[in-house]
């Protein structure tokens, strides 16, 4: 007696199902492999040197004065370099914009650490009411916290490869000494990558 066995037959739509899910595996552990050799970690910022020259307060309350910052950027990475393509950086006082200036481009080698200089200049700023008295009562007790904002155009290169752009952006909040013989601290920043 002779026993037939059927023998099952993937249906087309089950082998196609079967092929994409394979693929999916095979992507998803390539790029685990890559990140896991890359290694990625988010770069380090903060500002280490601020100072005010300058400064002046016309009686109708209109500010002028030069704000310099040194920008410390360090890239902890052992194999991804990071170009920086366009950076905005703006000054606010008591969330007004007091100053607006670009920064010079640049690229980081992995395990670096770059400093750029930052000139902010205000130009014949008008501030109303308590944000004039507020500048006022924080130059005299001696340091001006201000906030910094940056934004930058950067892309990652690993290799000979190179990402697309993406947008960082950073708050910074140093205190700035009133007088050039003070010296400020470091101040970290906060980083949105």
């Not at 092929?19 to 999916?24: D, G, P």
């Not at 685990?32 to 009686?59: D, Q």
């Not at 993406?166 to 920043?189: G, I, W």
Request: net charge positive; hydrophobic share 40%; charged share 20%.
């Amino acid at each position: 007696m002779a026993t037939l066995t059927k023998t099952r037959r993937l249906s087309p739509v089950r082998c196609i199902a079967l092929i994409v899910l394979t693929i999916i595996v095979i992507v998803g552990l390539t790029i685990l492999v890559i990140w896991l050799s890359v290694k990625p970690r988010r770069p380090i910022y903060s500002i280490e040197n601020a100072s005010l020259h300058n400064y002046n307060m016309t009686k109708n309350e209109h500010l002028y004065g030069n704000f310099n910052f040194t920008l410390k950027a360090y890239n902890p990475n052992s194999r991804i370099s990071i170009y920086y393509d366009s950076i905005e950086v703006k000054l606010f006082y008591n969330s007004l914009q007091i100053a607006f200036n670009n920064a010079e481009t640049f690229f980081q080698p992995h395990r670096n650490v770059t400093y750029l200089d930052l000139f902010l200049s205000a130009k014949d700023v008008a501030l109303y009411g308590d944000i004039a008295r507020d500048l006022k009562t924080e130059r005299t007790s001696g340091a001006v916290e201000v906030e910094i904002k940056v934004r930058a155009k950067i892309r990652f290169k690993v290799g000979i490869w190179k990402s697309s752009h993406r947008k960082l952006k950073l708050s910074c909040s140093p205190r700035v000494p009133a007088s050039s013989t003070k010296s400020s601290q470091t101040s970290p920043c906060d980083l949105d990558l």
